[in-house]
């Protein structure tokens, strides 16, 4: 479980880039702040593995403060994914893999033959094992992301925009594969995206975020679509965009859904 | 021709005396050099005039700091050691400025991703810092071996053992096939030494080629 | 550092500083030497690594080059010119212009080539001949490193140019290989800060003509409040 306690970063030029947040994050459940940039999201994640420290106010993980103890020892236990996978160019995909357990004192031989499986477990074939990140694709580059992160198989994933910078037939895929691995491994993920789209297809719950992490609404997807807090909230989740508003028309005897152009999205299953 | 055929092996002799003063003059630079680079990349308060300060080390003339060294490190005038240290003197001026470049270059996308899954300062030197500064480094260290191999002749004017004695020893006795012979087996030597220094590159960032 | 104060004590002698080998002709024979050799190296370097620069082809060629110049020892050209030429200034000056040439090649291609391509593609494609394409949009926003390229090359011949004196009877070199020869080291050491102060005198004024090159024709809009 990860708490926010009325945390606010103020930067030395006085500019303030979160007031005053509040929020828990509970264990084996994915939460996503969403936003557009200046909202604070990225802040407020570093704030957990302390690339960024809060002005006041406090981060806690499983109710210990993040600032007790070493920030380097507490993010190695912390899986990070973040844009373009963040991967070393200078090492095979292998051994970024490998980098957090050799720094824990991992054999190597050990690190790598359990990078394998996680290149399996991420979708991939052993076969990339031995390139380097130059030579992938950027699909490929973010699953090895995904694979470093679980490495030292950490309760926490925190993942920054991860799908950002891939086209979206291939974000779509990484979801899902997110999605499949983490029905299996239950782990507590704080995602950060502006995409509210992949907001609502991965948070079990999503929490809205204006300027300086003020929380515009939290709930999950269903409730913040159903029930837009204010004209911010729908505007951002798009509820007055014509494509979100579905009706259904009887096609042949089948129900046939229709957005708010008139494009057909779907067929109704029997029995729905 | 007939010079080389009659002399060659003074010229062995005086290329095993050249290198012996070039190649601990490079790693002695490179030693010095790129940590003063990395305090210069760091902490740019104090590094950014230690900086300007060595790079304008090159503008003293040869001639004379070989005489002003062994008043300051206490070494015989006409010594290697007094060589050595003129050679690294200026091997640190050369590639102080490249080192910080180098440790500039550095992706700090890369660097923070490095710093966020737990890499400590020491290990982020040495597996992060290092190694993606070393492509600029290397070419900062090629530059430096091939002006050492050059400067090494000068030495011959203090009467320190080099290739240089040839340039010297043939321009007092006018013959042109000696000078011509010194220049052109410097020129080599410094030429080998690169192209080494290019193969040691490439085999230690593979990353690059294969990218 | 007893030599130091000698040293400084061999400066203030004023009858150093006067005649045909005093210090004030020395210094005048030296920067002479210095600015001939610059002008007739720049003659050279300048317009081959523009053209190079503005065809975007031939950075290994650039690179071969400037390396294996810098590979040849000054005092080999020295000697090899100095024997072929006899005693007198061209011996020096052509080695000197052989030493200059690498910086001001490399700094005149690097300025041009470094520039972001899709300016000059947009200059040829309103219009600009090759010509306008070079004088008006890659030499301005190129200035700056070429100036750096001068400003390395000065360094080099001036500190170098003492070795002319090996062969010639001209610049401050003149004190060193006196001091030399009959072990007089502060006559040495004197040439020796001369040559250092000039240096730094040239140093100061290529750099400010770098930031006005930067400040005025490469990167104006930096000036806008």
Known sequence: ?272 | MNWLRLNWTQVVDLTVDHLLLSVPAIVISVLVAVPIGRLAHRRPRWGSPLLGAASLMYAIPALPLLIIIPAVFGTPLRSSATMVIALSIYGVALLVRTAADAFASVDTHTRDAAVAIGCSPRSLLWRVDLPMALPVLLSGIRVVTVSTIGLVTIGALIGVSSLGNLLTDGFQRGIAGEVLTGVVVTVLLALVLDGLLLLAGRLLTPWRVSA | MNLFAQALAWLGDGTHWQGSSGIPTRVLQHLGITLLTLVIAAAIAWPAGVLVGHTRRGSGMIGAITGGARAIPTLGLLTLFGLWLGIGLSAPVLALVVLAIPSLLAGAYAGIENIDATIPQAAKAIGMTPAQVIRSVELPLALPVIIGGLRSATLQVVATATLAAYTSDTGLGRYLFAGLKTRDYPQMLGGALLVVVLTLVLELVLASCQRLATNRVAHPERNLP
């Open chain 1, 1 to 272: 479980m990860i708490q926010f306690e009325q945390v606010s970063k103020v930067y030395a030029r006085g500019s303030v880039a979160v007031e005053d947040f509040t929020l828990v994050v509970p264990s084996h459940r994915t939460v996503v702040l969403v936003g557009s940039s200046g909202s604070g999201k990225t802040t407020l994640m570093r704030m957990v593995n302390r690339m960024v420290d809060p002005t006041s106010g406090r981060v806690l993980i499983d109710d210990v403060d993040v600032r007790e103890g070493d920030p380097v020892k507490l993010r190695r236990r912390i899986g990070y994914v973040l844009q373009q996978g963040g991967l070393l160019p200078h090492r095979t995909v292998v051994d970024n893999i490998a980098t957090v357990p050799v720094l824990n004192g991992t054999s190597r031989r050990q690190a790598h033959h359990d990078a394998l499986g996680l290149l399996e477990r991420v979708g991939l074939s052993s076969e990339v094992a031995k390139r380097y990140p130059a030579q992938l694709s950027g699909g490929q580059q973010q699953r090895v992301g995904v694979a470093r992160a679980l490495a030292s198989d950490p309760n926490i994933l925190l993942m920054d925009e991860p799908f950002g910078a891939v086209d979206p037939i291939v974000r779509r895929d990484l979801q899902d594969e997110l999605l499949r691995l983490q029905a299996d491994l239950g782990k507590t993920i704080l995602f950060v995206t502006h995409d509210i789209d992949e907001a609502f297809r991965l948070g079990d719950e999503v929490v809205v975020l204006r300027e300086r992490g003020q929380i515009a609404q939290q709930g999950t997807p269903e409730q913040i679509l159903a029930h837009p807090a204010d004209d911010f909230v729908r505007h951002f989740i798009g509820a007055d965009r014509s494509e979100r508003s579905l009706t259904t028309t009887r096609v042949d005897g089948r129900l046939v859904v229709v957005d708010g152009q008139g494009r057909p999205v779907g067929v109704m299953r029997d029995g729905a």
